[in-house]
């Protein structure tokens, strides 16, 4: 993996990164419950929640990498763009524009 000189350009070498569907299912799960810690976190007021959110989605997504897709996660060279990817890729899934 080499530089990318824009997000446009690395979001295909990310899917490629996800082809494995088990991988994609884990990393939607781990992205939907930061989303729910995020939100009890702002319903309760309780800051302390936040501490679950980076373990729910790096837990998940890097299950499904090492166990299923057999590859090391783009964060570990592209953090900002990884994260990025998540995000567009799970409002894709959810768009039924990737597939579960």
């Not at 781990?30 to 679950?52: E, F, I, M, P, Q």
Request: aromatic letters at 20%; a positive charge.
């Amino acid at each position: 993996m080499s530089g990318y000189a824009d997000f446009r350009e690395f979001y295909p070498y990310y899917l490629s990164e996800h082809s494995n569907r088990i991988c994609r299912r884990l990393h939607f799960i781990g992205s939907s419950l930061v989303l729910l810690v995020l939100l009890t976190a702002v319903v309760s007021g309780d800051l302390r929640w936040l501490w679950l959110a980076p373990l729910a989605g790096y837990g998940f997504a890097w299950i499904g990498h090492f166990a299923f897709e057999k590859n090391r996660p783009a964060t570990f060279k592209q953090p900002l763009y990884s994260l990025m990817g998540d995000w567009v890729m799970y409002w894709q899934m959810l768009r039924g524009k990737v597939s579960f």
